[in-house]
């Protein structure tokens, strides 16, 4: 896979991040050969006969696996009466056995006749012997003894002389080897299937296996770009906190600084100020008062204070003597100060004599004056 970029970077540089997205979707494939190769032909035809040559090293190791497989012996397996395991050792290995297998194992070779016993023993390290290429590290002493007509003579003597005899025992053996060994394969692909079906599954085992490998490495390429993404993410994520940390360190600065301390100081000092001067103008105040009213002064209006207090309770209570007796007249001054009528005849025809009365009588009076002032013109 190509190598990740971090997103910083591709942003700080565009004709690098044009480039790098050029590469990674035009020229380059994923895992880093590249798109336009003119070799591909030949590459490929390599890889085909690579593939074969997979495929048949493949069925070779199969196949000696499954005949190997046919001519082992059984293994031993442990019962609680061997001394070795505890009772609940015990009662698993009486539970696995009383369970049904869901793969069935390979019938055992002890009913098999000898010479397709010695075939069975003596074909895979013959098939193995025949498979591997030559100069090979392993074998090459050996396979140099060996002829051609070394090879003819080892088939033309038992027990590969019965070889044809045998044949069709022996195919059966191994397709049943070879069956069993894909059930379980099917099984650990499909574990929720019924066992009676796993058959099924069989022939679509290759596909199965090419799509968990595709998955695995695209598993792969989804976690690489996860990380790439969880790292960006990350990074952006540490640069916030750096600029919040910063953003914090700037305010506690400007709050308890040198500078903070300093207003705060100067803030005060102009609070004092301000105090001094208040106190100033009281003093100042209370000096001009003390100068525009002198002691005598402020005595007399102190004096003539309580005489206008005086006055003004005589006044209001000549004024009630005054309304109490024009209420034994019938006129009822504060009713009429608030607007409400005479509800009683005889009241109302009472204040109206009297009015009428003062009115006369305040004519009269002004007739009298006038009268006297005429005399007093005429000299008598």
Do not use: C
């Not at 070394?150 to 003597?157: A, I, R």
């Amino acid at each position: 896979m190509l190598p990740p970029i971090d997103e910083a970077v591709l942003r700080a540089n565009p004709d690098f991040a044009t480039l790098y997205t050029t590469l990674t979707t035009v020229i380059l494939n994923p895992d880093g050969s590249t798109k336009a190769d003119v070799n591909a032909k030949e590459r490929a035809k390599v890889k085909e006969k690579a593939k074969e040559a997979r495929l048949r090293a493949a069925k070779n190791h199969l196949l000696i696996q499954a005949i190997s497989t046919i001519a082992a012996p059984p293994p031993a397996t442990e019962t609680a009466t061997d001394g070795k395991i505890g009772g609940a050792a015990a009662r698993r290995a009486a539970r696995a056995t009383s369970r049904p297998a869901l793969v069935p194992p390979p019938k055992p070779a002890n009913d098999l006749p000898p010479d397709l016993m010695d075939l069975l023993m003596l074909l895979p390290p013959l098939m193995q012997l025949a498979n591997e290429p030559q100069g090979s590290s392993s074998s090459s002493s050996f396979s140099s003894s060996l002829s051609a007509e070394d090879v003819e003579l080892l088939l033309s003597s038992p027990p590969f002389t019965s070889l044809p005899e045998h044949l069709p025992r022996l195919a059966s053996l191994v397709s049943e080897n070879l069956q069993s060994a894909a059930r379980g394969l099917a099984r650990v692909t499909n574990p929720t299937t019924n066992p009676s079906y796993l058959h099924r599954a069989v022939p679509g085992l290759p596909a199965q296996v090419a799509a968990l490998q595709q998955s695995i490495v695209d598993t792969r390429v989804k976690l690489a770009v996860a990380r790439h993404a969880t790292a960006t993410a990350l990074l952006a994520l540490l640069d916030q906190q750096a600029a919040a940390l910063t953003g914090l360190i700037r305010a506690l600065e400007a709050k308890h600084g040198s500078v903070a301390r300093s207003l705060e100081l100067r803030a005060a000092e102009v609070a004092l100020d301000a105090q001094t001067g208040e106190v100033d103008a009281q003093a100042t105040k209370a000096a001009a008062v003390r100068a525009v009213y002198p002691p005598e002064a402020a005595t007399a209006l102190r004096n003539y204070a309580s005489h206008l207090r005086d006055s003004k309770m005589r006044l209001e209570e000549t004024i009630r003597e005054r309304k109490a007796l024009l209420q034994e007249y019938g006129i009822n001054v504060d009713a009429e100060e608030a607007g409400e009528d005479e509800t009683d005849s005889r009241a109302k025809n009472k204040a109206h004599t009297m009015r009428e009365m003062a009115r006369v009588y305040r004519e009269m009076g002004q007739q009298v004056e006038d009268v006297r002032s005429d005399l007093a013109r005429l000299g008598r």
